[in-house]
């Protein structure tokens, strides 16, 4: 058999020494002793959780899916779906938030019903890897960062944005 040896700080740190090796042996052997891992840091839905996290919105997050929870109880049966399928499709976005909103009280039918439609239909019981994401936390991971900022696939502007937080964060 073969025997690899890797060491680091964090999982971050540790994966870093060799992606490719672990998403192709170390997760897949996780997986096999039932053991769930998050994604992979440089998978590509970890890489666009992060990039869609880091990304410039017009308007905050939470002002949208305060519109979006508002569009789920519309009278109109258009905007309630328009509303619920923005939500699915941008579910990493708004998870946080559509998890908050239905942990409250007094909430209407038909918002928990469709909020919980968006959450079955996002196929995670477990967390998305924008959630991943977060619990590593790898928006605040320099050395991370940098190398997704080398990532190939990366556009122009993704990696722009990817050094403006790295500036960011050397500045704390």
Known sequence: TNVRQARGES???LYLTD????????????????????HGPLSEPMRDAVL???R?????????????????ESETFATREAATQKLTDEFSAFEELIRAELA?????????????QVVAESGTAAPSPAQDARNLGLLDNITY???LADHPELSD?????????????EER
Request: glycine content about 6%; overall charge neutral; proline content about 6%.
């Open 145 to 147: 960062l940098k190398h």
């Open 11 to 13: 999982f971050i740190e």
């Open 52 to 54: 869609d996290s880091l």
């Open 157 to 169: 502007d993704d990696r722009k944005t990817i050094r403006q937080r790295i500036s960011a964060l």
């Open 56 to 72: 410039p919105r017009e308007g905050s997050v939470a002002d949208q899916a305060r519109e979006l929870f508002e569009g789920l």
């Open 104 to 116: 409250r009280e007094g909430i209407s039918t038909e918002r928990r019903a469709r909020l919980e």
């Open 19 to 38: 992606p490719k090796w672990f998403d192709e042996k170390v997760l897949p052997t996780f997986a096999g002793l039932g053991i769930t891992m998050p």
